[in-house]
């Protein structure tokens, strides 16, 4: 049976709640990951991503600045953080931030990404400085800081509630939360990877706070490595339900791991196949979330390109200097520039929209 290039019969089901825009159950999550039909997956994934979308691709003009890799979690699957004083530690005085910042001032970036470790030491003054002074040099430039867990951590330290720590960020010039720190939600795999790090109720309860501060927030899902496909379905059917409570997420991002450097450097990380069929569910089962990016970063340019034939509407951006995946061994360049992102769009057969953080369109 063939409907519309789908092989797969188990996939019917999934295909006419996909036509009739219906709901996707925890089932059906668990249906599209055994299904062998890597292109019924994908196309109905499409479906969704053009009825959304049409033929638009997204792609930012983006910065990234990672100001410090110490970190108090030691988490299991990550090669960027280290303890105070270890080697490879390092940490980013506020002047040689600014200073990257100033170093790109001439370039039409609309969005500077900054993500660290959780640090047992800089005061919270420390990240208002940061904020403050990137606003003074850049005004007009979105900033997208620190991860859920950096602000929980940011809160202990500063002995202030979530939402007091929260509204002083957003004062200091903060726009938004990158969705990072999520890992994937299973209390089974955070024990054994990364017992220390904020519980996914914690994460969740940052990140709604912030969506009641009107702050926007991405979701991410670090995939391919202990999780089994009921953990990553449950990941992504938690946090359905947390953007039904309060609608702020803008994209999700599944962020395939990167083994090399890490405690699981034995594992060999998500193949092509999964990291396709895995953007292309989330694209199917996440129905309230606007938008879902492939990180090229960490997927590689040509399957980023590739994803955009599997539910996928944004690439995310030029990057310029990342270091948590390439410490974690990925070959991808440090940056693409906006030629690059255009072509690599266009050749997928969509057209290339420049966006600012909000998903606004960019002329010119
Ligand atoms: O939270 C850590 C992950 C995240 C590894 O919001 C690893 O638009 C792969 O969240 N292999 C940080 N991944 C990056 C992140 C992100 C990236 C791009 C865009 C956005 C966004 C967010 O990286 C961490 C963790 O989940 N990570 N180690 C690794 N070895």
């Not at 940056?335 to 960019?362: F, H, K, M, N, S």
Request: net charge negative; with cysteine; aromatic share 8%.
């Amino acid at each position: 049976m063939v409907w519309g290039g789908i092989q797969d019969p188990a996939l019917q089901p999934i295909y006419e709640k996909v036509a009739a825009g219906a709901r996707l159950s925890r089932e059906d999550g668990g249906t599209l990951f055994e299904s062998p039909d890597l292109l019924g997956v994908g196309r109905l994934a499409q479906m969704v991503k053009e009825r959304l979308h049409g033929r638009k691709a997204y792609y930012i003009y983006n910065q990234h600045i990672n100001y410090s890799n110490i970190c108090v979690n030691g988490c299991k699957f990550c090669a960027f953080g280290r303890k105070a004083g270890e080697p490879g530690a390092y940490e980013m005085s506020l002047p040689e931030i600014f200073a990257k910042v100033e170093a790109r001032a001439q370039e039409p970036i609309t969005e500077i990404h900054i993500v660290g470790g959780c640090h047992p030491d800089l005061p919270f003054v420390y990240y208002l400085d940061m904020l403050r002074g990137i606003k003074a040099r850049r005004p007009e430039v979105h900033l997208q800081a620190f991860t859920a867990v950096e602000v929980a951590h940011l809160a202990q330290k500063a002995d202030l509630s979530l939402p007091d720590t929260l509204a002083a960020l957003k004062e200091a010039g903060l726009g938004s939360l990158p969705g990072g720190g999520a890992e994937v939600f299973s209390p089974r795999v955070r024990m054994s990877l990364c017992p220390e790090k904020l519980s996914p109720e914690g994460w969740l309860e940052v990140t709604q706070m912030a969506h009641r501060l009107d702050l926007n927030t991405n979701a991410t899902m670090l995939y391919g490595h202990l999780e089994s496909v009921a953990e990553r379905v449950d990941h992504l059917v938690r946090l359905r339900e947390a953007q039904d409570e309060t609608g702020g997420f803008l994209a999700f991002i599944p962020l395939a791991f990167h083994p090399a450097n890490t405690g699981l450097s034995d594992l060999a990380g998500p193949s092509a196949i999964d990291d396709l069929k895995t953007l292309a569910i989330s694209r199917l089962m996440l129905d309230n979330f606007p938008h879902i990016k492939a990180f090229w970063v960490m997927l590689g340019p040509k399957l980023a390109q590739i994803s955009l034939c599997f539910g996928v509407d944004d690439v995310d951006g030029t990057v310029m200097e990342e270091r948590i995946t390439h410490m974690a061994g990925a070959q991808t360049p440090q940056g693409l520039t906006r030629a690059q992102l255009q072509a690599l769009i266009r050749e997928a057969g969509c057209e290339p929209v420049e966006r600012d953080t909000l998903y606004r369109v960019i002329n010119g």
